[in-house]
């Protein structure tokens, strides 16, 4: 006993504080007490309402606020039927594909997912797309049954989601807004192994002009299409970031090309994953981590002779990767899967302001008050109200 009572003390400490860590981990008290990184506790009120004081809430207004950082609560998941994350193959998309296909025209979905509360902002995504001859394509992807019927009602193409949003409660994401990231990118799956050219947007983007479908039209021979953001060649591989909230996959491409892009975004989802579990108390963009990770660790080399300082200083060019990876790759180079970055001028992030752009297509402002996103379960009034003060401000919130 002596001897192994000096093994103890001659380990280091962070060795006696990873045990205690375990033993607390498998006696459950970590889960109701915390542990370093802060306390947390289940929530004891319902975490969402969509009827307040006798009349529907405003967006965001029936969510749980008066949090501070380190004390978000969560709702504990049900143990019944319990699966290990990324439900590829457990929901049912048969009626997804279906309706976008009803809606697609020339195989062409434009695709975004709204909650309740989200049900104005997709109300002006929806309006833009009318005035910008996109509604042809459109569709939302109601993740709760409340935005269903009230969307239906407005007469935009929706289709119903909660079922399959509803299989990631048998995860280990204990928050609204880690599901609804993880659905969306599991959806727009579906449709592009369907066969369906789908471009995914957030509810909060605007279509500004006529030109979207021709614009993707002309670059058959890229298979993932994505958004960039920031652009600074000693930070960036390939001399901008990638905004994976604004993604194309070309559903339409031969069958070895759609498995390739299949295979690539289900290993990026399920790495997001990894992020979410081990870092469940971060924020909740770890889908979009898993998607970077993804990109850098499949050897992305620009085509063209084009160097990350090339790319950086022209965004308003397109710039195509490939990502040579044996795992994305066929049996030749040049059947590897390839990436394009899009032109910042046609398709400016939210940084840059949209209506400053004659050729822009798409365009979306961010919030202007910054606010503690980690355990955040969904966004409150204020961002709502703060989001669209802004966007009426650019223009950008239609009558």
Known sequence: MRALALLFALLPLGAHAQRGRRRRMLDGQTRRSGDAMGHWVEALEPMHRTVCEGRPCRPGEGNLKGYHHWSQPYEPPSDEGKIRYAPFGVGDYAPLISRARAVAREGFVVFAAADYDYREMVENWWRSAQRAKVAEHALVYCLDAESMVYLSAKGLATVNGTSNYLVWMRTRLHRHIQRALAERHTALLSLAEAGLDVLLTDASHVFLRPGLQAYFAQHTDVDVLVQRGKCNPAK?????????????????????????????????????????????????????????????????????????ADVAASPSQLAIVTLGKSSVCGATASLCLSVGLLPADVFPGADYKASAHPLALVGRVNRPEARHRLRLDRYDELDFDSLVREMRKQDMWLP
Do not use: Q
């Not at 031969?254 to 290993?267: D, H, N, V, Y």
């Not at 081990?278 to 050897?299: E, N, P, Q, T, V």
């Open 236 to 308: 960036h591989v390939v001399g901008c970031s990638l905004v994976w909230n604004f993604l194309f996959l070309r559903g339409s491409a031969p069958a070895e090309r759609r498995t390739r892009i299949s295979g690539w975004l289900k290993a990026s989802v399920n790495l997001g994953m990894v992020d979410f579990y081990l870092r469940w108390w971060m924020g909740h963009h770890c889908i979009f981590m898993g998607y970077d990770k993804s990109f850098r660790a499949a050897r992305p080399t620009l085509t063209g002779g084009r160097t990350p």
